[in-house]
């Protein structure tokens, strides 16, 4: 690789790595900001909302505890929202790949991206 | 009630301190500190464990993108074998008797800490290749940082690709299966393999870790693993701590960075191969 390629590649991987990161942001605030939320009334409320301490595991389970402001509900809500985002930095990194036209690099995030949805679906099926 | 939570809050602090700068998930750390001081069944630690790898992540990644110090190509050309490992090692949970994975792992770890020293006895940090690699080339891997420390622009070059894939898949599987080790894994296939300076090494390693753990973390979810009650108090300590931990990373030496990581390694490795052999 010549060094005119090599300080382009460069400067192109800084744009993409700031939009990645202020999307990242986002999707770090929203799931940290409904965790706080939910401890938050934990506190307030003394406990989950749940009966001997347990807590919801399913979609089903956590949206009716949201719509009743259960604490518990409410927190597994945030670490869904959590786990969503490094799943989020994938997608992103795609978008960015693409818009740079790096081709290659598409094909090579939208695989790891394929894999973890297989990995995804795994997990809920298990 | 509010007591534990902010003791839980400060243990993530400090997770997320030491894993942003390391580049470890921090599950290491945690899962110790859980069963043992704060008496948390195994089950909900490692749920918790989990969590915290994706925290510290997430925590740590938005500092090292702003910074430029982490490599994007090469965490989703490695990304590939680590997803495909964690896939594999889940699929394999009841087949492979994790007994042997323990012992071979952690034989790797102390290996990895023995040319960790050989490095720093060496005082050679950043690699330069005569003949570039030509893997490396057509992927696009080899770039450049800015070293706050030494204050300039750090160019440097990867090469043994084919070998880092081989322990990201490696890391992939120890994650998928044991649940544990996936950072420093990862920073060992960067660093130790494919000779990668260790800072870009250890903040790839943190944005690669978040997405190998989502892979196996809605697992813990669904199967109730993940206790609100540990796990959200220990997540928001955490995006605190990493937060802080890859502002100071910018200001530590690699060399440092090193020291730290030794020892941890070692510490890593014996615990595994004593699982094993137990």
Known sequence: MDKDTKQQTTEEMADVQLIIGKILRLGVLVSATVMLIGLLLLIVKGNGGYPNNTFPTDFTEIWHGIAQLKPYAIMMLGIFLLILTPVLRVIVSIYSFYREGDNLYVVITTIVLVILGISFVFGILR | ?278
Do not use: C, W
């Not at chain 2, 994706?54 to 500092?63: K, N, P, V, W």
């Not at chain 2, 090292?64 to 994007?72: P, W």
């Not at chain 2, 440097?156 to 894994?185: C, D, K, N, R």
């Open chain 2, 1 to 278: 009630m509010i007591n534990y939570a902010l003791l839980m809050i400060a243990i993530g602090v400090f997770a997320g301190f030491a894993g942003a700068i390391l580049g470890l998930g921090g599950g290491i750390i945690l899962t110790p500190i859980l069963t043992l001081l704060m008496g948390v069944d195994i089950k909900y630690a490692i749920g918790a464990s989990i969590v915290a790898v994706i925290a510290t992540s997430s925590g740590a990644t938005i500092a090292y993108l702003r910074d430029k110090v982490l490599n994007l190509r090469v965490a989703m050309f490695l990304e590939i074998a680590t997803t495909l490992g964690a896939l594999s090692g889940a699929l394999l949970t009841g087949v492979i008797d994790p007994k042997y994975l323990y012992i071979l792992f952690g034989l790797l770890l102390l290996f990895s800490g023995y040319n960790m020293i050989r490095k720093l006895i060496s005082h050679q940090e950043v690699l330069h290749l005569a003949h570039p690699d030509k893997l490396s080339s057509k992927f696009k891997l080899d770039s450049s940082y800015f070293d706050n420390v030494e204050g300039k622009t750090i160019n440097y070059e990867v090469e043994h690709i084919p070998g880092g894939l081989a322990v990201m898949y490696g890391a992939g599987i120890a994650s998928g299966l044991l649940g544990i080790g996936s950072g420093a894994f990862k920073v060992m296939a960067m660093d130790t393999v494919m000779k990668m300076p260790l800072k870009p090494s250890t903040s790839t390693s943190n944005l690669m870790m978040g997405v190998t753990a989502a892979a196996s973390a809605t697992v813990y979810f669904f199967n109730g693993s993940i206790k609100p009650m540990i796990a959200v108090p220990l997540a928001l300590g955490i995006l605190v701590g990493a937060r802080g931990g890859s502002r100071i990373m910018r200001d530590m030496s690699a060399r440092s960075i090193r020291m730290i990581f030794v020892p941890i390694l070692f510490y890593i490795g014996i615990e595994m191969f004593m699982k094993g052999i137990r």
